[in-house]
Structures are given as structure tokens and as C-alpha cells.
Nanobody, 123 residues
Framework: VQLQASGGGLVQAGGSLRLSCAASGRTFNTYATGWFRQAQGKEREFVAAISWCDSSTYYADSVKGRFTTSRDNAKNTVYLQMNRLKPDDTAVYYC?????????????????WGQGTLVTVSS
């Protein structure tokens, strides 16, 4: 599975961005998808995840109520809608997939990773 994350950029605090994670190579709709981010000088952290079967979602407390992940299996694409962005959201955002029906929040559980897309939120 190859993953291509896109949609990052520079935005002012309070603004919005939508990230996309497009998959190719295998059927995407049997994979759970996760979003992670890594700020400069910090470890990569979990942001959000979505299951493939019923689109169950799970969010880190730091983004709950501001970020929404969704999927379009027909397009082999998962999205991360980010609203009310804060400077602390500045990071490289990665998408990852694992073949399971569950929502997965553990980084080590994921099998395939995209290359990351940079999100910069200015104050």
C-alpha cells in the first residue's frame, strides 16, 4: 500500500485546513487509518483514527472537538478536517494504515505510512 498525504500549508490561528490521505496499491477499505503528527523536537503522537467497517473514530484529547476524520472508500481517501487551529498544532502530519477492523491508536501497530505533510499555524 502506498499512501500520499497532502493538504498541509501555512494558516493563521483559528483557521482551517483539510488533509487528505490517498491510498493506492491495494483495496483501501479493509484498512483502519490513523493520523499522527510530529512537532519539531518532539516525538510523534497520535491525533485521530478511523475504522474501515463502520467509520468509528477516535481522537486525541488535544484535538477533540476541533478535528474530524472521515473516509471515502470509493476514492481510497481518508480526510482530516482541522478547524480552530492553534500554533501548538504545528507539525508534520502523517497518515498510516493497518489491516484491521478496529480503531487503532498505537503507532507501532500501523503497517504503512505516508510521507507526511507540514502544517504550520501562525499566531
Amino acid at each position: 500500500v502506498q499512501l500520499q498525504a497532502s493538504g498541509g500549508g501555512l494558516v493563521q490561528a483559528g483557521g482551517s485546513l483539510r488533509l487528505s490521505c490517498a491510498a493506492s496499491g491495494r483495496t483501501f477499505n479493509t484498512y483502519a487509518t490513523g493520523w499522527f503528527r510530529q512537532a519539531q523536537g518532539k516525538e510523534r503522537e497520535f491525533v485521530a483514527a478511523i475504522s474501515w467497517c463502520d467509520s468509528s473514530t477516535y481522537y486525541a484529547d488535544s484535538v477533540k472537538g476541533r478535528f474530524t476524520t472521515s473516509r471515502d472508500n470509493a476514492k481510497n481517501t481518508v480526510y482530516l478536517q482541522m478547524n480552530r487551529l492553534k500554533p501548538d498544532d504545528t507539525a508534520v502530519y502523517y497518515c498510516a494504515v493497518v489491516m484491521t477492523i478496529r480503531v487503532v491508536t498505537t503507532e507501532a501497530s500501523y503497517d504503512y505510512w505516508g510521507q507526511g505533510t507540514l502544517v504550520t499555524v501562525s499566531s
